[in-house]
């Protein structure tokens, strides 16, 4: 019921911006807290960002002063604004949702956008 949809992804030069939305169509309740995560070819998903129910924030350190993750409540949508970009930022980029219902946890993806960084 939690139903995660990514966008803004494209191809971009260095140096260049991108925004990634994630709009949650589905349920919020439980949900405690959303982020991004990135996974490149032959690589493990990495933890990008992420931001708690209460507004609280956590960066990688590899995306530190250059990328910031927001939420609009109203919209029920996480951002992610990607300035200063490099092609070791090219990657998949998946929303993800940290849900607890009934004591039960769980984890939410969206499908990805894919993110492309030249030189």
């Known amino acids: 019921q939690v139903q995660l949809v990514e966008s803004g992804g494209g191809l971009v030069q260095a140096g260049g911006s991108l925004r990634l939305s994630c709009a949650n169509s589905?349920?919020?309740?439980?949900?405690?807290?959303m982020g991004w995560y990135r996974q490149a070819p032959g690589k493990q998903r990495e933890l990008v960002a992420t931001i708690t129910s209460t507004g609280s924030t956590n960066y990688a350190d590899v995306v530190k002063g250059r990328f910031t993750i927001s939420r609009d409540n109203a919209k029920n949508t996480v951002y992610l604004q990607m300035n200063s970009l490099k092609p070791e930022d090219t990657a998949v980029y998946y929303c993800?949702?940290?849900?607890?219902?009934?004591?039960?946890?769980?984890?939410?993806w969206g499908q990805g956008t894919q993110v492309t960084v030249s030189s």
């Open positions: 993800n949702a940290q849900r607890v219902v009934l004591g039960i946890p769980g984890d939410f």
């Open positions: 589905g349920s919020i309740f439980g949900i405690k807290s």
